[in-house]
């Protein structure tokens, strides 16, 4: 059984975490299969988005194993199969692969949160664009309180979603909080029954794997962008993305099928 599952339908991939038994914490084989999954998402022209969950119904991720991981990335323990070793060895790009450390991931992610969601785990969630929640789930940000800290992404990602002063009660404070709070800060799209989450999330992604991939592109990579330039800056960057995506085939056939009465036949180009 595979710590990390990758399916793909109708260009939507689900991607996941596969450790049950061990709340879907991070351990090194998880970590490279991740960065691998994610490099097959942004390589793969079939997949237009992506779903991220956790199996079971404890927890989305508990974040990276403290007995695993953490040893080997601290030198306490040495390497003591090939996923220790590859990790080792590309260990900066297998790591910001793994926790989407980039700027311009082209492809949008929806999380699914099924339960716990602490450490990585919540580092995970806060890379992704939309976020559906079950009622049940719980959110921390728990590495200050192991003598670690979120680097993930979460130092740098939190305070750019969400006030400053809530950024740092996860980042320093470290005690969970409910899913009612996520979604009150913003952190969530949707908060649903638990058990439905999946489904909520999978709906979700299916629109937005029907809708144009060049625009949808476009929106994401744009939207990152602008975040802390001038305003002018901005429209300047939504102006070449554009005249981009007025050239293209698809903007052609979403109007071709408006006119006709059917639904359009993107293609990516």
């Known amino acids: 059984m595979s710590v990390l599952d990758v399916t793909v339908d109708d260009g939507v991939a689900v991607i996941t975490m596969n450790r049950p038994d061990k709340r879907n914490a991070i351990n090194p084989e998880m970590m490279v299969r991740l960065a691998d999954a994610w490099t097959r998402v942004r390589e793969d022209d079939s997949i237009r988005v992506a779903l991220l969950t956790g199996a079971g119904t404890e927890a989305f991720c508990a974040g990276g194993d403290l007995r695993t991981l953490v040893p080997l990335l601290t030198r306490a323990r040495p390497a003591s199969d090939e996923w220790d070793e590859r990790l080792l060895a590309e260990q900066r790009n297998i790591m910001n692969a793994a926790m989407l450390r980039t700027d311009d991931f082209p492809k949008p992610i929806i999380a699914a949160v099924?339960?716990?969601?602490?450490?990585?785990?919540?580092?995970?969630?806060?890379?992704?664009?939309?976020?559906?929640?079950?009622?049940?789930?719980?959110?921390?940000?728990?590495?200050?309180?192991?003598g670690l800290i979120p680097g993930g992404g979460s130092v740098a990602r939190l305070p750019r979603q969400v006030p400053t002063a809530v950024a740092m009660e996860f980042l320093i404070v470290g005690?969970?909080?409910?899913?009612?709070?996520?979604?009150?800060?913003?952190?969530?799209?949707?908060?649903?029954?638990?058990?439905?989450?999946?489904?909520?999330?999978?709906?979700?992604?299916?629109?937005?794997?029907?809708?144009?991939?060049?625009?949808?592109?476009?929106?994401k990579s744009v939207g990152a962008a602008s975040v802390d330039v001038?305003?002018?800056?901005?429209?300047?960057?939504?102006?070449?993305?554009?005249?981009?995506?007025?050239?293209?085939?698809?903007?052609?056939?979403?109007?071709?099928?408006?006119?006709e009465r059917r639904p359009p036949a993107f293609t990516g180009s």
């Open 175 to 219: 005690e969970p909080v409910s899913a009612q709070r996520a979604h009150q800060v913003g952190l969530l799209n949707a908060l649903v029954p638990d058990g439905e989450e999946q489904l909520v999330a999978t709906t979700m992604a299916r629109r937005v794997a029907h809708n144009a991939p060049l625009a949808v592109h476009a929106v």
């Open 114 to 146: 099924n339960g716990l969601c602490f450490a990585g785990g919540m580092e995970l969630m806060l890379a992704t664009d939309l976020r559906v929640s079950a009622e049940k789930a719980r959110f921390a940000l728990t590495e200050v309180q192991r």
């Open 230 to 259: 001038p305003l002018m800056d901005a429209f300047g960057l939504e102006d070449q993305a554009v005249r981009t995506i007025m050239r293209s085939e698809d903007a052609k056939e979403g109007a071709r099928a408006f006119v």
